[in-house]
């Protein structure tokens, strides 16, 4: 499908769904419709009580996502509430059994690791100590790969990859345990090294190494079939390791490598419709049919490696047309407008009682579920890598620059260890960056560090340069400071053309003097004076009236900014939004470039995440939009 069509497209599923839902995209629609039918606790399957279970962990990493990328705060409300339903105060988890080895136990420790670092508390913390002390006594093939279950000695199936290492990886971040990534490389090595069958490039679901299992190829241990689903755990699972596995480690390029060498065979092997068959080397064959997980599996592995750039860009249109076949195929619509998702296989497995044989007509003999969370979670996450498809290319090779020199500051992490922080890309917590960063990768833009002094050389290549609140002597030991070198190197970067903006503080929080002489070259000066100064839960004390067709904040009302410093203008500087006679935000053209100068930090991780502020402040879409403007600014 033609890049044009496929926005057509998405356009008329946007506008013309069916009742109240029909200005939401797929996503959210999915997700509510979900929410609706799950209201208290999740229920997996036919189960008529909620269990600790990888399929509610694939649901809520959906839900992540989708409140990385919207600031509603109705996803995060709902992981918090399912998880609390299982993880007691001393860290133990309702119904987990430790003893079981089973690393379908892992996927929903992801939240558990959210949860603590957006919460502290100690609870979530133990329970993912407590998941990690499984993978350290699990049992282990001759090689070291992970056994699927205890139950199944000796087996390594596709999708314990997705099950046990996106966690593992997160977790080996979030707690400092580097040696573990070199034990996550092997776990896909060897699925590279027995289980890819060389006629197809397809993967068999599972490899018994001691080739005792009546399932396995006595030469090679497989499995005999190409089932979908298992292989969309393991497309899954790379794409998803991929987004917090050290970039400096050596195994990195690898799991590159086995996507990119994988999804050519996705594209080769998915049908005319858009989606791909239950077995899927055998097309039309007695039985077989369209599934529905499968499908969304390789669309979000597709449109997601487009968009990280490790795939080539290609393939979006695959992924396109899958999406569009997900939802001639699979969705199903109610007056309301509640959607569902059909056809997706109930279960997929190898041995156990009774005994799978792994045979064509096994895979084809499992029922299918209509709103299987095992469709439900890749559905949103595709849907949503599809609508981030369709504005990914606005900034594509911008670089956007986040000053690291001025502002300066550490603390002691979640690990323990010293970390930088205070208004970082990396920093995941309320005082970091890391939504308004994701919001300028949505798009197409590339976020970096500048731990150095702006030179000329050092901002050759940005687009965009920020420099955030710098420190004073009180928050960092040897502050460094604006100077006359820095200013002359700034200016000359913007007349060129960039963009650079400036967030002050307030007087106490803001080394101002330097700071000062640096936006008062392009006409607007820091003067002293604090406004909006917010005690306890008075938010209206911080709010901010955006101003009728304003050209940056299009169509918001209501901002929060609390404690910021108020700006007086110069020259040809003009105030973007003023407030009771006071400049709070102001902009300046210079040469070729453009300046944006605001009293606050406001749109750190804190005011935007939807967790404090009342809903009636819109500084999430203001950040979205701020980051759209700044980009567009850019030459």
């Not at 057509?8 to 109240?20: D, K």
């Not at 498809?389 to 300066?408: E, H, P, S």
């Not at 500048?450 to 050759?460: G, I, Q, V, W, Y």
């Not at 709010?543 to 901002?559: E, Y």
Request: aromatic share 14%; charged share 25%; with cysteine.
């Amino acid at each position: 499908m033609k890049i044009k069509q496929f926005f057509l497209f998405l356009f008329t599923l946007f506008f013309f769904g069916i009742g109240t839902a029909q200005d939401k995209p797929w996503s959210v629609r999915m997700a509510e419709s979900f929410m609706d039918t799950h209201k208290d606790s999740i229920l997996v399957g036919d189960k008529k009580f909620s269990r600790w279970d990888y399929e509610q962990g694939l649901v809520l990493e959906g839900f992540k996502r989708l409140w990385q990328h919207s600031g509603d705060v109705r996803y995060y409300n709902y992981i918090k509430k399912d998880i609390d339903h299982f993880v007691q105060e001393d860290g133990s988890i309702r119904t987990y059994k430790l003893a079981d080895y089973n690393i379908d136990n892992m996927p929903t420790g992801r939240s558990l690791l959210l949860l603590y670092q957006e919460t502290k508390k100690e609870k979530y913390k133990k329970a993912a100590y407590l998941l990690r002390s499984q993978l350290s006594s699990h049992p282990r093939t001759k090689e070291n790969g992970f056994w699927h279950k205890k139950r199944y000695p000796n087996q390594m199936w596709l999708d314990g990859l997705y099950m046990g290492h996106p966690f593992y990886t997160e977790f080996s971040v979030q707690f400092n345990e580097p040696a573990n990534f070199n034990d996550i490389a092997l776990q896909f090595a060897l699925v590279e090294k027995h289980m890819i069958d060389p006629k197809t490039g397809l993967l068999y679901h599972g490899y018994d190494e001691s080739r005792e299992q009546p399932w396995a190829n006595r030469a090679t241990g497989n499995s005999p079939n190409f089932w979908g689903r298992a292989l969309g755990w393991y497309a899954m699972a790379l794409v998803d390791v991929l987004d917090v596995f050290p970039k400096d480690h050596p195994e990195r390029g690898k799991f590159i490598t086995y996507l990119q060498r994988l999804a050519p065979v996705l594209v080769k092997y998915q049908d005319a419709s858009g989606c791909w068959w239950q077995i899927l080397d055998r097309a039309n064959d007695k039985g077989n049919y369209l599934e529905a997980s499968a499908s969304c599996m390789f669309t979000y592995t597709l449109a997601k490696g487009v968009r990280m750039g490790y795939l080539n860009a290609s393939f979006l249109s695959a992924a396109q047309k899958g999406f569009q076949g997900i939802i001639s195929n699979f969705i199903s619509t109610e007056p309301s407008g509640k959607i569902h998702l059909e056809k997706t296989v109930s279960v997929g497995g190898l041995g156990g009682t009774p005994y799978r044989d792994g045979s064509y007509e096994y895979y084809l003999s499992e029922p299918l579920r209509k709103d299987d969370l095992k469709g439900i979670g890749p559905f949103i996450k595709a849907a949503l890598e599809i609508e981030i498809a369709a504005t990914n290319t606005l900034a594509k090779g911008k670089n956007v620059v986040l000053d690291y020199y001025f502002n300066n500051e550490s603390r002691k992490g979640l690990n323990g260890q010293t970390e930088r922080f205070h208004y970082t890309w990396e920093d995941p917590m309320d005082s970091g960056f890391s939504l308004w960063g994701n919001l300028f990768r949505e798009y197409g833009a590339t976020t970096l560090p500048l731990p150095t002094a702006p030179t000329a050389d050092a901002l050759k290549d940005a687009k965009v340069y920020i420099i955030v609140d710098p420190d004073t002597k009180k928050e960092t030991a040897a502050p460094n400071f604006i100077g006359p070198e820095h200013i002359k190197a700034i200016k000359a970067w913007v007349k060129k053309g960039g963009v650079l903006m400036l967030m002050g503080n307030d007087t106490s929080n803001c080394e101002q003097k330097h700071f000062n002489q640096l936006t008062q070259a392009f006409g607007i000066g820091l003067t002293g004076k604090n406004r909006n100064m917010v005690k306890n839960d008075l938010y209206e004390h911080g709010k901010v009236t955006v101003p009728a067709g304003h050209p940056i904040f299009k169509g918001l009302s209501t901002l929060f900014i609390k404690e910021l410093v108020t700006l007086q203008l110069s020259g040809a500087a003009k105030s973007s939004i003023s407030e009771g006679g006071d400049v709070v935000m102001a902009t300046a053209k210079y040469g070729k470039g453009t300046v944006f100068v605001v009293g606050d930090p406001w749109i750190y991780n804190e005011y935007v995440n939807g967790k404090r502020l009342p809903a009636q402040y819109e500084n999430f879409q203001a950040a979205r939009l701020l980051a759209k403007w700044l980009l567009e600014q850019s030459k």
